[in-house]
């Protein structure tokens, strides 16, 4: 069986520029979430999307968005990126929607130079 | 204000000793305690979960134990072996909030042969 797979596996900007990462949960997983880890911190949720629907939201400012698709896919989009941005972004697929087991793709490292 | 607190911050056992690793969480609300395991350049790998209604769980190796009354979790890992040298982070979600994990700031185990 396929784990969450997202792409791309790692990505150059420069400042100021739109990044889009991309993350495929597992079959039959409707809830996706993604998280900011930082070199040597723990992960750090951004948003939560379940049936296509926006679950939550971390303290992240307004240039991170992201969106699930019908097939429950999802994108992750960061505008104006900033040398801050450098980090290992994670998806994490659930089965459900609430309170239940998350499982992690390998990440996208982005590097924001 | 780090919801989740980790220690130690790093650990060195020998082969076939017991790595122990703490956590400890202020918000009453959690109610689902999963510890993960990462290896530089990947994702977080799920190890073991539990949830409060249960004192201790045991997979394999792998022994979580909780303690409501004190707000306290840990993970014990019996018979250490070098490939269980990895970073683990201890993380919290509470059923309200979906599926958002509170994350501790990771424990970076190294097992000697």
């Known amino acids: 069986d396929a784990g969450v797979t997202q792409s791309p596996t790692h990505l150059i900007k420069t400042r100021g520029q739109h990044v889009t990462l991309r993350c495929s949960p597992i079959?039959?997983?409707?809830?996706v979430s993604w998280y900011q880890q930082v070199l040597g911190q723990g992960p750090q949720f951004i948003f939560q999307?379940?049936?296509?629907?926006?679950?939550g939201r971390g303290n992240f400012p307004d240039r991170f968005s992201a969106r699930q698709f019908p097939n429950y896919s999802s994108e992750l989009n960061v505008n104006a990126l900033l040398l801050g941005d450098s980090a290992l972004y994670l998806c994490?697929?659930?089965?459900?929607?609430?309170?239940?087991?998350?499982?992690f793709g390998q990440g996208t490292r982005l590097t924001v130079v | 204000q780090q919801q989740v607190k980790q220690s130690p911050q790093s650990l060195i056992v020998q082969k076939g000793g017991i790595s122990i690793i703490n956590c400890a969480y202020e918000?009453?609300?959690?109610?689902?305690f999963p510890w993960y395991q990462q290896f530089p350049g990947k994702g977080p790998a799920l190890l073991i979960a539990?949830?409060?209604?249960?004192s201790e769980k045991k997979e394999g190796r792998f022994t979580i134990s909780f303690n409501k009354s004190a707000k306290q979790f840990s993970l014990h890992i019996m018979d250490s072996q070098p490939g269980d040298s990895a970073t683990y982070f201890c993380a919290a979600s509470m059923a309200p909030s979906g599926n958002q994990f509170y994350f501790g700031t990771g424990t970076s185990l190294t097992v000697i042969p």
């Open positions: 539990i949830r409060p209604d249960v």
């Open positions: 994490a697929s659930s089965p459900l929607g609430t309170n239940t087991e998350a499982f």
């Open positions: 918000n009453t609300a959690f109610d689902y």
């Open positions: 079959s039959g997983h409707k809830s």
């Open positions: 999307y379940y049936e296509k629907e926006e679950r």
